[in-house]
């Protein structure tokens, strides 16, 4: 199923979003092409994503968050932008280098610090203004504590090597530099290693984060068990999905669908089977919003149905399964989606049914981002049914949960043992298919309550404390 090389060129720069100022920095550099690294890394990063990233030295893992970083830097700003620790000097001094050249043609300056050199020649260098800085955390300290540097004004920022630093002994350093670095709406931790210490970083000052291994030949998204189905168009879609979550029994998932009225559909259909199911939509008043997370947080919910515009920026951690009930149409996406799964801890899995036209857009994301795809065949009819059976019947004992009236018990008891009784059973059934359609139907009816909001910015002191 993977496509020809040809048919799927790498991309350049440019497909991953790269502005033409920067391309020309890299040109001076001599990047022609972004490495493995830097196709996975760049368009994330650029959508503002935070990342955890394990990459060693020699990847290109510089330009791979400094690309990204230095272009979202407004330049208005006269203030510090971006800080980038480092455990060593030499290494915080090979940052700046490279973040320089990179930012070059873009007028962005870039300055450094750490031991070993005057702090008057910083002080003068911070007070005529920057945008970077790259910098060890003892240094950068002494600076903030001078008032030299107001660590609050960065806006993003980037832990390089943060195993080092941490066996270093700059935990408590680095601790104190992110708890005051309040105004950061992006951070990028990067490690060759991915040590409890450091974990423990990627928990606390990370929100919503994308994990990415470079660490192995080939590139993954860590934590997470990419399978998809290929469906024929014999049957609608959602038929499939039903047949995908009679297979993969999720505990809990979110289900991407690409436009609004899919959701609309699939919720219903899903609803119908029994399914607890809900769908969240931009146009969700915040209540309802924080109703239905609150719900499929504590497993009262089941499946979430959402297009991407509507889980953006609300956090969904613990779900055993991402479902794409179509594929994104913009590859960069597709990882957004399935860092929704498989967070600190536990293994995730996100299932994709793909149709025969479809196909190659695998091909571009296992090129684009090295996710490695395995296929997975529905079981034979007669052993799909039974499962389709073993769902609905799961699913309608969940929602039968509290709520069994006493008064039927003993007419139920008596209809399973009447000669006839399954033809009973199966007329109640349908009706109560059709009640849920219409129910789901008059819903889907009545007059939006709230215009559309725009979202809000995430306000600055968002970073988790413990
Ligand atoms: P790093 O992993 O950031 O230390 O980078 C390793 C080396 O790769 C450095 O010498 C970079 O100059 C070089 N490099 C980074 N990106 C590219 C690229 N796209 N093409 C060629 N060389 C690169």
Redesign the pocket.
């Known amino acids: 199923m993977t496509a020809s090389k040809d048919e799927f060129p790498e991309p350049n720069?440019s497909d991953l979003g790269v502005d033409a100022d920067i391309q020309a920095g890299?040109r001076d550099?001599?990047?022609?092409?972004?490495?493995a690294?830097?196709r996975v890394a760049i368009p994330v990063i650029l959508e503002g994503r935070d990342v955890s990233m394990r990459?060693?030295?020699?990847?290109?893992?510089?330009?791979?968050f400094?690309i990204p970083l230095l272009q979202r830097i407004d330049r208005r700003r006269r203030r510090p932008s971006l800080l980038v620790l480092a455990p060593t000097r030499e290494l915080a001094a090979?940052?700046g280098t490279?973040l320089r050249a990179i930012g070059k043609h873009r007028g962005l300056e870039v300055a450094t610090a750490y031991g070993g050199v005057p702090v008057e020649e910083q002080k003068k260098r911070l007070q005529a203004g920057i945008d970077v800085l790259a910098a060890t955390p003892g240094r950068l300290l002494d600076l903030s504590q001078q008032k030299a540097v107001r660590l609050a004004d960065f806006q993003a920022v980037v832990l390089d090597e943060a195993d080092e630093m941490l066996s270093m002994g700059f935990f408590e350093d680095v601790t104190k530099i992110m708890d005051a670095c309040q105004g950061a709406k992006q951070v990028i931790i990067l490690s060759a290693s991915l040590e409890q210490d450091t974990a423990a970083l990627v928990d606390r000052y990370t929100r919503d984060v994308i994990r990415i291994d470079l660490s192995a030949d080939k590139l993954s998204v860590e934590g997470i068990r990419n399978i998809y189905y290929l469906i024929g168009d014999d049957l609608p879609r959602h038929h499939y999905l039903l047949h995908v979550l009679a297979v993969e029994q999720p505990h809990s998932a979110i289900v991407f669908v690409n436009t609004r009225q899919d959701a609309g559909v699939l919720t219903t259909v899903l609803a119908r089977e029994g399914w607890r199911a809900e769908m969240i939509s931009g146009q969700l008043p915040q209540r309802e919003r924080e109703r239905v997370m609150a719900a499929i947080k504590d497993q009262r919910l089941k499946l979430l149905v959402a297009t991407d515009l509507a889980a953006r920026g609300i956090d969904i951690s613990h779900l055993s399964h991402v479902i794409n009930f179509s594929l994104p149409e913009d590859p960069a996406i597709f990882l957004h989606r399935v860092g929704r799964t498989g967070r600190v801890d536990r293994e995730g899995t996100a299932v994709s049914l793909v149709s025969g036209k479809r196909v190659h857009t695998l091909g571009v994301l296992e090129r684009q981002f090295g996710i490695k795809f395995e296929r997975k065949e529905f079981p034979p009819a007669t052993e799909m049914t039974k499962l389709l059976n073993r769902a609905r019947i799961t699913a309608l004992l969940e929602a039968a949960g509290q709520n069994i009236a006493d008064g039927y018990l003993a007419l139920a008891g008596e209809i399973c043992s009447h000669p006839r009784g399954h033809e009973i059973v199966a007329y109640l059934l349908k009706r109560h298919a059709d009640s849920v359609h219409d129910e789901k139907r008059s819903l889907d009816n009545r007059p939006q309550a709230e215009p559309p909001r725009r979202r809000r910015r995430r306000s600055p002191p968002r970073r988790r404390r413990r």
Not at 29 to 35: D, F, S, V
């Open positions: 720069f890299l550099l001599g990047y022609q092409q972004p490495l690294v830097q990459a060693k030295t020699g990847s290109g893992k510089t330009a791979a400094g090979q940052l490279e």
